[in-house]
C-alpha cells in the first residue's frame, strides 16, 4: 500500500468520525452578494483546485495526529492508574527502573522519524502538484499587494484595479476550464492570502513575488483573510473571492471598465467638489479624475463592493457614513485618518462615493 492509498483510506475513515461527530460547519459557498463577514470558511469543504489536492494530506495529517495522541495519553492515563497509592499505608515502590535499554531508546527515536518522514513526502508531493499545475493560455491573470491591512487587485491584462474583493470566472459549461493565476506582493510587511476553500495558504513577503492559483468549480462567496499576523487590524483584514459564471464576470469586467460618470444630483456634485478639495485625493485614486494616491484602496468602482474596510462592515450608507466620521470608530489603528469632516460634508461624501459604481 503506498501513501497516497493509505491517504485514501485515512481520509475515508475520519470524514467518517466527522460526519458522525456532526462536526461539518455549513458550507460557505453562498450565491452573491453576501452578508457574512467573518464567518470562518470550513477547510473540510474545498471548491477548488489547490484546496481539493490538500484535503487528502489534512486528513492524513490529523489521523496520524490523532493516533499519536491517543497512544500517549494512554498510556499517561494507564501508568498514573497503574502506580497511583492505593492508600495511605501503600508502600511507595517505584515501578522497574530501565536505563540505556537500546531498544527502546532506538524505537522512540526510528518510529517519530518514520512518521515524520512519510508525512514529509505526501505534503511533498502535494506542494509539487500545486505549484508545477500547468496553466491553460487563458488562464486569467491578477496582482494582489498585501497593506496593512487591505487588499490590492490589479487585472493587468484588463486594465482594472480594485480592492478587497476579487472577481474571478468559473469553468464554462462545456468543461473549459478558466483558472487565476495569482501574484503576490506586499508593500510593507509579510501577510498571507488564505481563501480556505480555494487554495491553501501562501505568503505575500516584501521584495519577493509568490504564487499561487484558484479554480473555483461552481459560482459562490468565498471567505478568506490574512493569515500571518501582521499588525493591530490583522484580523479586520478580510477578503472574499466571488466566482461568478463566465457570462456574470464579463458583465463585471464591463462594468469596471467603464470610466465613473460625473454626478448630476447637488449632493453628490457637492461631494465631488469635497472630495478634490480635502486631501482624498492624496490617498486614493478615481481613474480619469485627478485623485491619483495609491497609498489607500482605488475607489474607482468603490460603490460596487459588498463591503467596506477590507471586510470590517457591509457597505451602505450608515456604515460609510460612520467610517468618514472617524475610520477608527470601525478599525481602530487603520491607516485613513480622522479627517476631522462636518456632518454637511460626509453627507455629501456619501453622496458622491454612492455614485461610484
Ligand atoms: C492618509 C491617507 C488617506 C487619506 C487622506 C484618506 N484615506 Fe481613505 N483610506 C486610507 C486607507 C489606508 C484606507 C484602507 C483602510 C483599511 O481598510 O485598513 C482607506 C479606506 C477608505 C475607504 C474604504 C475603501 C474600501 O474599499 O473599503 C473609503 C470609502 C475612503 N477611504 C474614503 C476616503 C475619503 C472620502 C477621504 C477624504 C475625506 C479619505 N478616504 C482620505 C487612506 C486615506
Ligand atoms: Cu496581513
Same mark, same amino acid.
Given at each position: 500500500?503506498?501513501?497516497?492509498?493509505?491517504?485514501?483510506?485515512?481520509?475515508?475513515?475520519?470524514r467518517l468520525i466527522l460526519a458522525v461527530g456532526a462536526w461539518g460547519l455549513p458550507a460557505q459557498a453562498v450565491s452573491p452578494p453576501s452578508p457574512a463577514l467573518? *464567518?470562518?470558511? @470550513?477547510?473540510?469543504?474545498?471548491?477548488?483546485?489547490?484546496?481539493?489536492?490538500?484535503?487528502?494530506?489534512?486528513?492524513?495529517?490529523?489521523?496520524?495526529?490523532?493516533?499519536?495522541?491517543?497512544?500517549?495519553?494512554?498510556?499517561?492515563?494507564?501508568?498514573?492508574? *497503574?502506580?497511583?497509592?492505593?492508600?495511605?499505608?501503600?508502600?511507595?515502590?517505584?515501578?522497574?527502573?530501565?536505563?540505556?535499554?537500546?531498544?527502546?531508546?532506538?524505537?522512540?527515536?526510528?518510529?517519530?522519524?518514520?512518521?515524520?518522514? &512519510?508525512?514529509?513526502?505526501?505534503?511533498?508531493?502535494?506542494?509539487?502538484?500545486?505549484?508545477?499545475?500547468?496553466?491553460?493560455? @487563458?488562464?486569467?491573470?491578477?496582482? &494582489?499587494?498585501?497593506?496593512?491591512?487591505?487588499?490590492?487587485?490589479?487585472?493587468?491584462?484588463?486594465?482594472?484595479?480594485?480592492?478587497?474583493?476579487?472577481?474571478?470566472?468559473?469553468?464554462?459549461?462545456?468543461?473549459?476550464?478558466?483558472?487565476?493565476?495569482?501574484?503576490?506582493?506586499?508593500?510593507?510587511?509579510?501577510?498571507?492570502?488564505?481563501?480556505?476553500?480555494?487554495?491553501?495558504?501562501?505568503?505575500?513577503?516584501?521584495?519577493?513575488? @509568490?504564487?499561487?492559483?484558484?479554480?473555483?468549480?461552481?459560482?459562490? &462567496?468565498?471567505?478568506?483573510?490574512?493569515?500571518?499576523?501582521?499588525?493591530?487590524?490583522?484580523?479586520?483584514?478580510?477578503?472574499?473571492?466571488?466566482?461568478?459564471?463566465?457570462?456574470?464576470f464579463a458583465q463585471w469586467v464591463v462594468t469596471q471598465q467603464k470610466a465613473p460618470s460625473i454626478p448630476t444630483e447637488p449632493l453628490a456634485t457637492q461631494g465631488?467638489?469635497?472630495?478634490?478639495?480635502?486631501?482624498?485625493?492624496?490617498?486614493? *485614486?478615481?481613474?480619469?479624475?485627478?485623485?491619483?494616491?495609491?497609498?489607500?484602496?482605488?475607489?474607482? *468602482?468603490?460603490?460596487?463592493?459588498?463591503?467596506?474596510?477590507?471586510?470590517?462592515?457591509?457597505?451602505?450608507?450608515?456604515?460609510?457614513?460612520?467610517?468618514?466620521?472617524?475610520?477608527?470608530?470601525?478599525?481602530?489603528?487603520?491607516?485613513?485618518?480622522?479627517?476631522?469632516?462636518?456632518?454637511?460634508?460626509?453627507?455629501?461624501?456619501?453622496?458622491?462615493?454612492?455614485?461610484? @459604481?
Open positions: 500500500m503506498d501513501c497516497l492509498q493509505a491517504s485514501h483510506l485515512c481520509g475515508s475513515f475520519l467573518t *464567518k470562518v470558511a @470550513n477547510i473540510f469543504n474545498p471548491h477548488s483546485g489547490p484546496a481539493e489536492l490538500i484535503l487528502e494530506p489534512t486528513y492524513l495529517v490529523l489521523l496520524v495526529s490523532l493516533g499519536i495522541f491517543l497512544i500517549v495519553t494512554g498510556l499517561l492515563v494507564y501508568i498514573v492508574i *497503574k502506580f497511583r497509592q492505593r492508600s495511605p499505608e501503600d508502600p511507595l515502590t517505584e515501578p522497574p527502573q530501565i536505563y540505556g535499554s537500546y531498544n527502546i531508546e532506538l524505537a522512540w527515536t526510528v518510529i517519530p522519524c518514520l512518521v515524520v518522514f &512519510v508525512l514529509v513526502l505526501v505534503s511533498a508531493r502535494t506542494i509539487v502538484e500545486i505549484q508545477d499545475a500547468p496553466m491553460p493560455e @487563458n488562464a486569467l491573470k491578477i496582482r &494582489v499587494v498585501g497593506h496593512q491591512w487591505w487588499w490590492e487587485v490589479h487585472y493587468p491584462d484588463l486594465g482594472i484595479v480594485t480592492a478587497n474583493e476579487i472577481h474571478v470566472p468559473t469553468g464554462s459549461e462545456d468543461g473549459t476550464r478558466r483558472p487565476t493565476h495569482i501574484t503576490l506582493e506586499s508593500a510593507d510587511v509579510i501577510h498571507s492570502f488564505w481563501v480556505p476553500q480555494l487554495a491553501g495558504k501562501t505568503d505575500l513577503v516584501p521584495n519577493r513575488i @509568490n504564487h499561487t492559483w484558484i479554480e473555483p468549480v461552481s459560482p459562490g &462567496v468565498f471567505l478568506g483573510n490574512c493569515a500571518e499576523y501582521c499588525g493591530t487590524q490583522h484580523a479586520n483584514m478580510l477578503l472574499r473571492v466571488i466566482a461568478q459564471s463566465p457570462e456574470d465631488r467638489r469635497n472630495f478634490y478639495a480635502l486631501s482624498c485625493v492624496n490617498c486614493h *485614486k478615481i481613474e480619469s479624475t485627478p485623485a491619483e494616491g495609491v497609498f489607500g484602496p482605488d475607489l474607482t *468602482k468603490f460603490a460596487t463592493r459588498q463591503t467596506l474596510g477590507s471586510g470590517v462592515a457591509p457597505r451602505t450608507p450608515e456604515t460609510l457614513r460612520a467610517w468618514l466620521a472617524n475610520p477608527a470608530s470601525l478599525k481602530p489603528g487603520c491607516y485613513m485618518p480622522d479627517m476631522q469632516l462636518s456632518p454637511q460634508q460626509i453627507d455629501a461624501l456619501v453622496a458622491y462615493l454612492e455614485t461610484l @459604481n
